[in-house]
């Protein structure tokens, strides 16, 4: 083992983090002040459909002359079957003419659902919510996150997860059916800008084993190259399972916080380390953090 291989094994990798392009909590430059904080060496940003976070986030690695590494990232949000499945797309040219108009649909869909969503919450007696949701937004991209967030405000919930389980989730007062792209046009979308495709939180669509392997063998065969096999909150064992299938169906494997915000139990670079056996996303594409 070269000297550089073994000391990239303990470089702390946190590969999906949020910033307050979308529905992260922290500004850019907070994000990666934090990250170095808390050691980890290689940081991805992946907002939800959206780059804006990237350039201020390299402006701050400048000004404040920090030891991290950026990846340009995204989460992109996909429809399967009649799932919302997350696709990252890490070591993107953010500025890649295909990528800006592909960014630009789903915005537009991000904005569509947000008004039918904000309708549905005024037939519910909620109002005000797409000014509010557009306000704390703050002209990022608009998710559901914000009107979680706006709902707390307003006394309905209090917390995230009571609001999503009453107003948010499928069939409740304020779910709307999204006109996300396909897994195929964001794995394709990722090409073209040049970076690789992984399949996000694999553990958390709620899917059988037999519908999670057969989202990751769609995904396989429509290109896709990486999983996450890691996240700093999962339940036991998944990691070692979600290891295997990757293993199995030849990807890469990938870890991340998913980190929106301060919080005790999900902190960037937390709990991450790849189980034994699989290939490192950033071992099979060593270009990512050349
Ligand atoms: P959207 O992409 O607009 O559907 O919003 C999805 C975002 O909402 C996710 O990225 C999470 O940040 C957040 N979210 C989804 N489900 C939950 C939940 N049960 N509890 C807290 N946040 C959630
Ligand atoms: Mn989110
Ligand atoms: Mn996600
Ligand atoms: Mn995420």
Redesign the pocket.
């Known amino acids: 083992m070269s000297t550089l291989t073994s000391l990239s094994d303990f470089m702390l990798y946190d590969l999906h983090s949020?910033t307050r392009a979308?529905?992260g909590m922290l500004t850019p430059e907070a994000l990666v002040l934090r990250a170095v904080q808390m050691r980890v060496g290689v940081l991805a940003i992946t907002d939800?459909?959206t780059v804006a976070g990237i350039a201020p986030a390299r402006a701050a690695l400048i000004q404040h002359q920090l030891p991290l590494q950026l990846i340009n990232g995204v989460?992109i949000?996909t429809l399967w079957e009649h799932h919302?499945i997350?696709i990252v797309g890490l070591g993107i040219d953010a500025h890649a003419s295909e990528m800006r108009q592909f960014l630009a649909a789903q915005a537009a869909s991000?904005l569509t659902?947000a008004q039918l969503i904000a309708e549905k919450l005024e037939k519910a007696h909620i109002h005000g919510a797409l000014d509010g949701v557009l306000r704390l937004a703050e002209g990022g991209?608009?998710?559901?996150?914000?009107?979680?967030r706006y709902l707390i405000e307003q006394g309905k919930a209090d917390n995230?997860?009571q609001?999503?389980?009453h107003y948010?989730?499928r069939g409740k007062t304020g779910y709307v059916p999204?006109q996300w792209c396909t897994i195929k046009q964001a794995i394709d979308a990722i090409h073209h800008s040049g970076g690789c495709a992984v399949l996000a939180h694999p553990g958390r669509y709620g899917l059988s084993a037999k519908w999670l392997k057969r989202l990751i063998v769609c995904f396989t065969e429509f290109g896709g190259d990486a999983m996450e096999v890691a996240q700093c909150q999962q339940p036991p064992n998944e990691r070692r399972q979600l290891g295997d299938y990757a293993q199995e169906y030849g990807l890469a494997a990938s870890q991340g916080s998913?980190f929106?915000q301060p919080c005790p139990w999900i902190e960037l670079g937390k709990k991450l380390w790849l189980p034994g056996g699989v290939e490192a996303v950033w071992t099979r594409f060593p270009h990512l953090v050349g």
């Open positions: 949020h979308s529905d939800h459909d989460e949000s919302e997350h991000r659902r991209a608009v998710t559901r996150g914000h009107f979680a995230m997860a609001v999503f389980k948010l989730a999204p998913d929106h």
